[in-house]
Each structure stands twice: as C-alpha cells, then as structure tokens.
C-alpha cells in the first residue's frame, strides 16, 4: 500500500482554518451577542409580556441563535395577532411589528364575556367584573359593541363563531357608528338570524334581519329626535319594514302610550 503525504501548507492552511473557525464560535458566545434589547411596535391591546411569552426565547439566548420566520410563526399563533415580523438587529437586539386583530364585538353567553373580531375569531375572555357589562376593551375604549344572545358551545380562542346571526348584527352596530357608547346598551342577536338593539334608557329596537341597517339606523335616530322634541320617550321601536316603522312612547315612567306610526317621510 502506498500513503500520499499531506503538504505541510495544507496541514498549516486547516490549522489556521480552525483556529479562525474557534474564534468566532468564541466571540459569537461573548456578551454582546447575548439578546439584550427587544423592541417591538404596534401593541394595542397584547402585552409587552404577552409578547415575551409567546416568543418563547430561552434566558441567555444569543441573537445568531434566533430564527426570525420561526419568532414569527410563534407570534401569529396567537389569536389576538393577525401579522407579525421579526427581524435581528445585530449584534444583540430583535425588532417585532405586530398587526393586531381588531375586536368589532363583546359577545355575552352563559356568564362569559368574549371579544370577536370582524371575520367571526374569538381573540380572548375578558373578566366579567362580577356580571357588570364591560363597557372599555384595554387598548380599545368603550366603542366595541356588545352583542348578547348567540350561542358559544365550547368557546375557545382562536375558535369561529359559526352563528349566522353575528353578520347581522355586526352590521348594525357598524351602522351606529360613533353613536353607539353613548345611546345603545347592547345589540341583541336570535339564532335565525333578528336583531335588535336595547338602549341606555332601556328602550327595544327590532332591526328584523338586520338588512338596510343604516337605513333602518337613519330612521332610528330620527325617530329618537322626533319624539324627544315632543317631550316624549321612545319605549320600543320596530325598524323590520323601513317603509312602515313604528314606535311606542311612554306616557310615564313605565306606562306605555298607543304605537305611533312614523311617516317614511
């Protein structure tokens, strides 16, 4: 058998190739590359923390050790997070957007209260703060609807409401628009599909299906209008046919006077 010799320049080139190889690993393991700075933007209602959490990132990880798709695969498995990014900024940070999803409804079943948002997703529970209505979403305020009667077997966040009646009453409570903290209590939805609104005072609209909601809205607020200029207060208001809506007023605090029709006019 015959054994070829290693040039000694080529045994000389591995070496140096090695040490420079342990080198970096070595200075890849120094301080500055150790995750020390997290900056993340969009936060609304998700927490700093909640982040953090859902990141996963173990104590004293280094930043070349992080996989930004993995970070962003993580985050958006979260409901509340429609979209995330997550990019390294060497030597030892990582920047974070996040796109949250938007809450359009508080849903009210068997004692637990529920943010849904446009396309149907549970995102979380809210604390019912003892049966009290919450009013307020943290990062959102006291414009998000609350829609009570749809039936949530078994919710779970990130879960679809499969209730053909949340599109309409969506829908109506979109049409209240800016008016809606301050006049309407809650959006009242049947399984069929009727909706219906109570209001502050504790007036009952019906919107019927709930199609032409902001024209039936139109009608609404002008027949709140019509009648508080006569110095009377609306008990019920039926908005099922918009050429023919009719409301009851009070004659007192709790009677109730004959239906008075509007004229479409």
Do not use: M
């Not at 320049?9 to 080198?23: H, T």
């Not at 009013?135 to 609350?146: E, K, Q, R």
């Amino acid at each position: 058998s015959q054994v070829a010799p290693v040039p000694r320049a080529g045994v000389a080139g591995a070496a140096v190739a090695a040490l420079g190889v342990g080198l970096v690993a070595l200075a890849l393991h120094t301080r500055p590359f150790l995750l020390s700075h997290l900056e993340v933007t969009g936060l609304r209602q998700v927490t700093l923390p909640e982040v953090r959490a859902d990141l996963g990132l173990p104590a004293g990880a280094y930043t070349w050790q992080l996989r930004p798709w993995i970070l962003r695969s993580r985050l958006e498995a979260d409901p509340l997070i429609a979209s995330a990014r997550a990019q390294l900024a060497w030597p030892g940070g990582l920047r974070i957007a996040i796109v949250e999803r938007t809450p359009a409804a508080l849903l009210l079943e068997g004692g637990e209260v529920w943010e849904v948002d446009r396309s149907g997703r549970l995102l979380r529970a809210l604390p019912d703060a003892g049966g009290t209505t919450p009013v307020s979403v943290p990062g959102v305020g006291n414009s998000v609807p609350v829609v009570s009667g749809l039936p949530l077997p078994s919710p779970q966040a990130g879960a679809l409401v499969a209730s053909p009646a949340l599109g309409p009453a969506l829908a109506v409570a979109g049409a209240l628009g800016g008016t809606y903290p301050a006049l309407v209590a809650r959006v009242t939805a049947a399984p069929g599909g009727a909706v219906g609104l109570v209001l502050r005072d504790g007036a009952t609209v019906s919107y019927g299906d709930g199609s032409q909601a902001g024209l039936k809205t139109q009608e609404l607020l002008g027949a709140l209008a019509y009648f508080q200029g006569l110095g009377e207060t609306v008990a019920s208001c039926d908005l099922a046919s918009t050429r023919t809506p009719a409301c009851t007023v009070r004659s007192g605090p709790t009677s109730a006077a004959p239906t008075k029709v509007l004229s479409a006019g």
